[in-house]
């Protein structure tokens, strides 16, 4: 029972890792981009290369993982996607599912189509008991560095003076350009900053979710749910919405296993009906 | 890079054919393969594509006095491109026989095709035990999914093995397996205390692992498609289920060669009955996987078996009929078919134009820091139990 | 301004003028018709674009002239496909040519209850929306294996003669010529659809849809309308490949069938109705030759094909179809625009 509530929660917060750079670029630059998955792939991969094939320990591989994200997410932000960003909502659509097919399509190439795991030390794998509550020993640590992350990101938005930046500029890019923020250098910040945490979720969940080159395809509509039920005006909006998926996916699929992903998609329109801006977003329009 | 190889094949074959000065069409027999090289089954393409590179390059590309052609298309994952390109195929490229086929519901589709067109199908990898009775002209070198799942249920009855939760995929060959397993174990006296099934596209196994769990069986049955087992395994091990002393026993797709060197220690001990491992100890095997290994760069898995004895079932078709290629020659000649594989001997049922193979028990070991199924029982010339039932 | 000086009568006289056949329109379809018998052994690749290009119709009617981003259009086509698979299967409707009009009612039927859900949002917001419609009709066909087949697909469809008369051949001759002729039917009524008063009204809505509102359009009652019509146009579409491959998948509703279709559209150019039937000749040809070219990474080369075409600007690459695209806008209304959202008013 408290099981199942506990997988709900580690697969949410691995949600929440994973989207929120996504959040943050659809609030900000009101940008829609499907290719945020093949961020976390790269994430994904280059953990299992750098733990598998070069023996690097994995706690030094997630920030590596982050790092290669990040890098590759400010080369395409700069060279690529700035020139998407005051095209229509179809082209940006257009844009980034051509980056997924050749995401796709490149790392079956460099990687081969099978399956990768990360090899994790022997210490991660397993499960303990507390009262009576299996707990994962990976998934434990997943809540607690998501919950960390969270934690770390809630405090540089409402504490930094970049936190008070970005929340400007996604306020009104207008005005906080009229202040003399620099928009532009925010955003492109803020979008390694969003592709090296989903490279950062790709490497943790490579393990729970399984990695292989159709992975952003697999998971893009997972996070778009998350984004759009959780609305982009905050990060909590996003994190309650991941927290609701993750544990209404698993109990859905322990209680009511022949309705199997029916029930998220069933939810996600029934939000969006209700509250098109999102479940937790500030009734200001846009 | 492969598309020049294949290329070059093309129009090597092409100047053969106007070197040789004869009417090309004529000397040239045309094998469709179809198979996923993009999408959810894309690794097993790419086995079967290697598989049938390798016995190309050695065997050459003539027998009896034809070239032999390979035209390879991609299904994407997906059965109503196969049906299309099936069509296309023999309509436009007038090929003799179409190969390959990943998952069922791709055989079950071009099935009418092969009988309507009177052009053979070599299924090399969906093991449906139904798939070989929806035409005349399907015969099939992989293997059917019973046909490891009674003796592996044989097994666990004599292993002391009483309660078991089956874990299936939610498609033809999970009921197949999850029928078969179940029928042959109760009727020994074993319990199924539960009967999981779990979604064929992106499956996420933990809910159901825990819900397998809760039921405490002895140990968990669990069929997947191949390439799927990785995920399973990982999270089989991530519930602590090898610790609370559940075993896991199944067909051979879960502990597929082509995941087994990625799942790490906890796959080891694994009881599995299938019909080949890259570990099956004779010469003829030991060649075939240094030579595929050389090739692919990845170890051959059973799918890959499918593809190179599909071609070779070609090939010695088209030896006994000197050449002829036309289906119902092809068929004739190819049913009874037997040979010594790789993975054993082999013979192509005369009756029922299904495979007739040993059916080993492995357990997966660490052997020369790689895991492996390690062969350790052999049932030998075991027919499609199905079909054996219906007569 | 413009308008006040034109009266009624030359209201009504361009809009019939626009109406009519441009000799290069009745060029295409001789050729399209003339492949019947130039073609032969093109059939099945071109039965394949006869569907596709009927699909891209249909998201065009949403997209082009309405404005409506949607990434679930393979919902509709799933629909209907399975619709009329399951009609032949069970031997209800014998008959093909009714079959393919049922099926395509009961995909109108399913656009009209969720183009409700359509009508609010944002552009993202519908984009989830009609995406999920389609992740959960795939589901709902997934859960109903008695009656879909489940991941099997539905297998044991055999289709009976078009008209009692034309059997579906293997060589998909007969298959084809069917597919074509309901593509220009569906064409000749889309093509009065949107030069009606009522298509005008929908280019304003899509235009903007607040000012249209003002002018008295029911904004609403309009985009559902033509929801339901795209939705029906979809099913057909899906219908006919049910019909021609005798077998209906889970495939049908997958998402990358509705983004693909999106390229169809773009490629070919969105907003006239041309855009979608040489998109689909063009996307077809490319794709399968990419495909045979190299079956393992052909998907990256459709991929780097739309990142050029956004970042070159798709107007300038689709530019090569201004010859049909000024034929089709022959009485460009773009230039009387302002006046042109004031026939509703009349």
């Given amino acids: ?286 | 890079m492969k598309a020049y190889k294949w290329m070059a094949a093309l129009s090597a074959a092409a100047i053969g054919a106007l070197a040789a000065g004869h009417a090309g069409a004529q000397e040239t027999v045309k094998v469709g393969l179809i198979v996923s090289m993009t999408g959810q089954q894309a690794s097993t393409g790419k086995q079967i594509k290697a598989a049938v590179e390798l016995y190309q390059k050695q065997n050459g590309d003539a027998v009896a006095g034809k070239k032999v052609q390979v035209i390879l298309r991609d299904s994407g994952s997906v059965p109503d491109n196969t049906k299309r390109l099936a069509q296309e195929l023999i309509v436009n490229d007038k090929v003799n026989i179409i190969a390959g086929f990943e998952i069922t519901p791709a055989a079950l589709a071009v099935a009418p095709l092969a009988t309507e067109a009177k052009v053979p199908a070599v299924v090399m990898a969906a093991g449906t035990s139904i798939i070989t009775e929806r035409s005349p002209y399907i015969v099939r070198t992989s293997f059917t999914v019973p046909q490891s799942c009674v003796i592996i249920a044989d097994w666990a009855v004599k292993n002391g093995i009483k309660k078991v939760v089956t874990i299936v995929s939610d498609y033809a060959p999970g009921f197949d397996a999850e029928k078969s397993f179940t029928e042959r174990f109760t009727g020994a006296g074993g319990q199924v205390a539960q009967a999981i099934r779990v979604p064929l596209a992106n499956p996420d196994f933990a809910p159901f692992l825990q819900r397998a769990a809760d039921a405490k069986p002895d140990a968990i049955f669990i069929f997947v498609p191949s390439g799927q087992g990785g995920t399973f395994m990982k999270q089989y091990t991530e519930r602590g289920l090898d610790k609370a002393g559940i075993k896991l026993i199944g067909p051979g797709d879960v502990t597929d060669d082509d995941l087994l060197p990625n799942m790490g220690d906890a796959a080891i001990g694994t009881v599995t009955a299938h019909f080949y491992s890259a570990d099956h100890n004779s010469p003829k095997n030991k060649t075939f996987v240094e030579a595929f290994t050389k090739a692919a760069g990845f170890r051959p898995n059973f799918m890959a078996l499918g593809g190179y004895d599909g071609m070779h079932l070609i090939y010695e078709a088209l030896k006994k009929t000197g050449g002829k290629a036309d289906g119902d020659s092809l068929i004739t000649a190819m049913k009874g078919m037997k040979w010594e594989s790789p993975r054993g001997p082999i013979q192509i049922d005369p009756e029922t134009r299904d495979i007739i193979q040993n059916v080993y028990i492995r357990k997966v070991e660490k052997k020369a820091g790689s895991l492996y199924n390690v062969e350790f029982a052999t049932f030998e010339a075991v027919k499609d139990p199905v079909k054996a039932a219906k007569k | 301004m413009l308008l006040a000086r034109l009266s009624q009568e030359e209201v009504t006289g361009r809009l019939v003028g626009r109406a009519h056949w441009h000799p290069l329109e009745v060029l295409f379809w001789v050729a399209a018709f003339a492949t019947i018998w130039l073609f032969p052994s093109k059939h099945l690749i071109l039965t394949e674009i006869a569907w596709l290009a009927l699909f891209a119709l249909s998201l065009d009617l949403i997209l082009g002239y309405a404005g409506i981003v949607s990434l679930g259009h393979a919902a509709f086509f799933g629909f209907g496909a399975y619709t009329a698979a399951l009609l032949a299967k069970h031997e209800i409707i014998n008959e093909p040519v009714i079959a393919l009009v049922v099926a395509g009612l009961a995909a109108s039927a399913l656009g009209f209850v969720t183009s409700f859900l359509v009508l609010r949002g944002t552009d993202l917001t519908r984009i989830m929306v009609t995406l999920g419609v389609a992740f959960v009709l795939r589901e709902i066909a997934n859960q109903n294996g008695w009656l879909t087949g489940g991941a099997d697909g539905l297998q044991g469809v055999t289709m009976k003669p078009i008209l009692g008369q034309f059997r579906f051949d293997m060589f998909g001759h007969n298959g084809y010529v069917y597919c074509l002729v309901v593509l220009f039917v569906l064409f000749l009524l889309a093509r009065r659809i949107v030069n009606s008063p009522f298509g005008l009204s929908l280019q304003s809505i899509r235009n903007n849809p607040l000012r249209a509102s003002a002018i008295g359009i029911n904004v609403n009652a309009r985009l559902i309308a033509i929801y339901t019509i795209a939705a029906g146009y979809a099913g057909i579409a899906g219908a006919l490949l049910a019909q021609t491959q005798a077998f209906a998948s889970l495939a049908y509703f997958d998402f990358e069938r509705s983004a693909d279709l999106l390229l169809v559209l773009v490629i070919g150019g969105t907003g006239y109705l041309y855009g979608g039937i040489i998109g689909a000749v063009v996307f077809k040809f490319m794709h399968d030759y990419l495909a045979v070219l190299t079956p393992q990474y052909w998907p990256f080369w459709i991929g780097l094909l739309l990142v050029v075409l956004v970042m070159v600007g798709r107007e300038r690459i689709t530019g090569w179809t201004a010859p049909f695209r000024r034929m089709a806008d022959r009485l460009d209304w773009r230039r009387l625009r302002p006046r042109g959202e004031t026939t509703e008013g009349r």
């Fill in chain 1, 1 to 286: 029972m408290l099981t199942i509530l506990f997988d709900g929660i580690a697969y949410g917060m691995l949600l929440f890792v994973l989207a929120c750079g996504l959040a943050v670029t659809l609030g900000l630059m009101n940008f829609v981009n499907l290719a945020h998955g093949a961020f976390a792939m790269a994430g994904g991969y280059v953990t299992v290369v750098m733990v598998n094939r070069w023996g690097v320990p994995f706690f030094a591989a997630l920030p590596l993982a982050f790092l290669f994200s990040a890098v590759i997410g400010l080369l395409f932000e700069r060279t690529l996607y700035v020139h998407v960003y005051r095209k229509p909502h179809l082209d940006q659509v257009l844009f980034t599912i051509g980056l997924v097919f050749m995401s796709v399509a490149a790392v079956d190439f460099v990687m081969g189509s099978q399956q990768v795991f990360v090899q994790l030390p022997s210490w991660l794998e397993g499960q303990f008991t507390v009262f009576g509550v299996g707990i994962g020993r990976y998934r434990l640590l997943i809540i607690v560095i998501c919950g960390v992350l969270t934690v770390g990101l809630q405090l540089v938005l409402s504490r930094t003076r970049f936190g008070s930046r970005l929340r400007a500029a996604v306020d009104d890019a207008r005005v906080a350009r009229g202040l003399g923020i620099n928009v532009n250098r925010v955003f492109a910040l803020t979008f390694a900053f969003g592709s090296g945490l989903a490279g950062l979720g790709g490497a943790l969940g490579a393990e729970i979710l399984g990695l292989d080159p159709i992975f952003p395809l697999k998971f893009m509509i997972y996070f778009l749910i998350v984004v759009t039920v959780g609305g982009t005006s905050s990060i909590t909006g996003p994190f309650l919405a991941s927290l609701l998926l993750g544990i209404g996916d698993v109990a859905g699929k322990y209680y009511v296993p022949t309705f199997g992903s029916f029930v998220i998609y069933t939810i996600m329109i029934v939000v969006l009906i209700w509250r098109p801006q999102g479940l937790f977003a500030r009734p200001v329009g846009r």
